[in-house]
């Protein structure tokens, strides 16, 4: 998962603090999610699929397609 968070920074061109920003939490905290130090919250999953527009079983590993899934009505 870690190295998933860190390959859709970069893939977007931004930065550790970009992510940090939009998540309101210090580049550290954030650079700790990327390399597994700290365990990533739901709320933060959450948000993070939505910026990323994938699925968080993506984000997890669970599933290669990166596409999220349909909303439900």
Do not use: N, W
């Not at 968070?5 to 920003?21: G, H, I, S």
């Amino acid at each position: 998962m870690y190295r998933r968070l860190r390959d859709l920074r970069e893939d977007a061109d931004l930065y550790q603090k970009d992510l940090a920003e939009y998540l309101q939490c210090s580049q550290v905290c954030y650079s700790h999610y990327e390399i597994g130090k700290r365990d990533v919250p739901t709320d933060v999953l959450i948000r993070l699929a939505a910026f990323y527009s994938t699925s968080i079983d993506y984000l997890l590993g669970v599933t290669d397609v990166r596409e999220p899934y349909p909303r439900s009505k």
